[in-house]
Nanobody, 119 residues
Framework: QVQLVESGGGLVQAGGSLRLSCAASGPTLHNYILGWFRQAPGKEREFVAARGWSGGSTYYKDSVKGRFTISRDNAKNTVYLQMSSLKPEDTAVYYC????????????WGQGTQVTVSS
């Protein structure tokens, strides 16, 4: 059972930066894909970024490319989402999620962390 705990959200002005962390625990994450999603008020949850725990390609929502970076620290069992040049439309609850590399559905979710970008 993979457990995920997000942190690092907060209030930031437009143009600012935040780094979200997702601490993972449970079985080895070697064969998992770790992703970040977000849900704004009144909107559906949407994909933001993802990467394999062991490396490989990274994937981003078009609107965050060049502004957000997903990375991981093996020693800390933590995945990060570095967010820069933040915009008010980035305001949402951000969730960390994990799925087995051969499945499409993310089966493990964190509790979410609020990011609010003021204009």
């Amino acid at each position: 059972q993979v457990q995920l705990v997000e942190s690092g959200g907060g209030l930031v002005q437009a143009g600012g930066s935040l780094r979200l962390s997702c601490a993972a625990s449970g079985p080895t994450l070697h064969n998992y894909i770790l992703g970040w999603f977000r849900q704004a008020p009144g909107k559906e949850r949407e994909f933001v970024a993802a990467r394999g725990w062991s490396g490989g390609s990274t994937y981003y929502k078009d609107s965050v490319k060049g502004r957000f970076t997903i990375s991981r620290d093996n020693a800390k069992n933590t995945v990060y989402l570095q967010m820069s040049s933040l915009k008010p439309e980035d305001t949402a609850v951000y969730y960390c999620a994990a799925r087995w590399e051969t499945t499409e559905k993310y089966g493990y979710w964190g509790q979410g962390t609020q990011v609010t970008v003021s204009s």
